[in-house]
């Protein structure tokens, strides 16, 4: 089957509109973005067609390598009362296990810096784009901001973003920061992140200090009691109560089954077996043949010496322990007094640096990366009119193509099917907002069951326990949910457990030492 192919024309698009740089790789990009020449940085660049297309775009050709360019712009991007938006296309043709494809918007560099100096350590205002490895599944969003007070950069990341797509299409990013501190990430022109600069939930660090901070030099006294629950110091052991009894007695009431054959051992020796030729006594010691089931066992109720089954003891309490009761000499968890931050500072909008230059400095383990249509406007819909033009063409062209190749290879078989289902449905599940709390971890379950196939279950049922509990949580209330700490399976909680108010901590005791207990044997034929 051909392949469908989107034809754009891309300057026919830029001819008529308003934009602040772009760039659709439709010429060479020799002589115009500039490959740094650090020495680790040994990954080659190259201008070709994105697979399936027409369209050109600068790929990332060679796996496990540092790859490094810059453009310089004509003049500066400035960030003052408008709004700024960025925005480029990336294709993983051969996927994304361990990378990033984001780009770096440069601020001034420093006096005599040059593009062929471009590396790791060369200051931007923003950085923008995905980025996969590990559990790190994320469109990156960090703005290096200038500390009004203390003049140091720091870099302020987004809380929270969106995860990258897993597929093999092309997918554009947009971020749109508005003059009233208003942040928009869009994927593929859906909003898929919404946060404010000055808000002290969308971003770590937050842009603005806190006005307090906990007094470092302020310490607990003595006699601060934060025990909310303490043993009745009134309580008197019950004198029936015996911590000696057995949790298990012998069964008195059992009788050996009618035709146990006291006699004959569970096992006898192979009559079949005979000694190999090659066996030498000196050597290997006495040959003694293997061991096989008595057949005379099998079809009596057993064999061997016959003893009774153990069974619960009714008399068994374990340690007695005095019940819980309300300290009345609580205070509560103890805290450090608040005293004015040194370090707080007012700001009504962030500085963000001017944009000077656009880089890419990756490191990756996959080639394939393609970058396209490289955008910044001052107008949101310049970028809108871009992915309707240039991307949407492209996109539909890939995905038509996808449905095509799946058609003709037939529906996916058993669970390999099955599988792909439920992690395009967990990414998803991963960017509702109200589980942004949970959502690196959700994304860490989702890699390790990419990877291992057999955990797929074990990864659906971990994040159900998470949305279950907090829908618990919001309907009646309770703890903060705790996400299990592996896909196949949810560990046993062994924090400490308040005690009951009322009454004694027998049961309790009693489970303890049910669950400290060695594990109980299976049990021979003759204890039946």
Excluded at 197 to 225: G, N, R, Y
Aim: proline letters at 9%.
């Amino acid at each position: 089957m051909r392949k469908p192919r989107a034809s754009v024309d891309k300057r026919s698009i830029a001819k008529f509109l308003d934009k602040l740089f772009y760039e659709s790789f439709d010429e060479t990009f020799e002589g115009r973005w500039i490959v740094t020449e650090k020495a680790d940085y040994n990954g080659v660049w190259k201008h070709t067609k994105s697979e399936g297309h027409e369209d050109y775009g600068l790929l990332v050709s060679e796996k496990a390598s540092k790859h490094g360019i810059v453009k310089e712009l004509g003049s500066a991007v400035e960030f003052k009362d408008g709004t700024v938006t960025l925005q480029f296309e990336t294709r993983l043709q051969n996927g994304l296990e361990c990378g990033g494809a984001y780009l770096k918007f440069l601020r001034p560099q420093d006096v005599g810096w040059t593009p062929k100096q471009f590396d790791n350590d060369s200051p931007y205002s923003i950085m923008f784009g995905p980025d996969k490895c590990g559990s790190t599944n994320k469109v990156h969003f960090i703005v290096k901001h200038k500390n009004p007070k203390s003049g140091e950069y720091v870099e302020h990341h987004l809380k929270y973003p969106p995860s990258v797509p897993s597929d093999k299409l092309t997918h554009v990013y947009t971020a749109i920061i508005k003059p009233d501190n208003e942040l928009r990430i869009l994927v593929d022109g859906e909003e898929k992140k919404k946060a404010n600069f000055l808000s002290q939930d969308d971003f770590e660090p937050a842009f603005i200090p806190p006005v307090t901070i906990p007094d470092p030099d302020d310490t607990k006294p003595e006699d601060w009691d934060e025990r909310a629950k303490i043993p009745d110091p009134d309580a008197v052991k019950p004198e029936d109560w015996d911590e000696d009894a057995q949790m298990e007695i012998e069964d008195e009431e059992a009788e050996k089954p009618e035709g146990w054959l006291d006699d004959e051992p569970e096992e006898i020796d192979d009559p079949e077996a005979t000694k190999p030729e090659d066996w030498d006594d000196d050597e290997d010691g006495e040959w003694e043949a293997p061991k096989i089931d008595n057949p005379k066992c099998s079809e009596a109720p057993g064999c061997g010496e016959w003893k009774r089954p153990m069974k619960r003891n009714p008399a068994y309490k374990g340690k007695w322990h005095a019940p819980m009761i309300d300290n009345p000499n609580y205070k509560g968890i103890w805290k450090p007094q608040q005293i004015p931050n040194p370090d707080f500072f007012e700001l009504e909008k962030p500085n963000f640096e001017p944009i000077t230059a656009i880089g890419i400095e990756i490191w990756t383990m996959q080639d394939g990366i393609l970058f396209d249509n490289i955008l910044i406007a001052s107008d949101e819909k310049v970028a809108e009119t871009y992915r309707e033009k240039a991307w949407k063409p492209k996109y539909d062209a890939e995905k038509e193509k996808q449905k095509a190749d799946e058609e003709a290879a037939g529906p996916p078989k058993g669970l390999a099917g099955f599988q792909k289902k439920v992690f395009d449905i967990l990414y998803k599940i991963a960017d509702i907002p109200f589980l942004e709390a949970y959502k690196a971890k959700i994304i860490d379950t989702i890699g390790k069951g990419e990877k291992q196939p057999n955990l797929t279950i074990g990864a659906l049922v971990s994040i159900l326990v998470v949305i279950i509990t907090l829908f618990h949580k919001a309907l009646f209330g309770g703890k903060k949910p705790s996400f299990p700490p592996q896909a196949a399976q949810v560990k046993k909680d062994d924090g400490p457990r308040e005690a009951d108010n009322d009454g004694g901590n027998a049961e309790k005791d009693e489970n303890e030492e049910e669950d400290n207990a060695a594990p109980r044997q299976r049990r021979s034929r003759r204890e039946t």
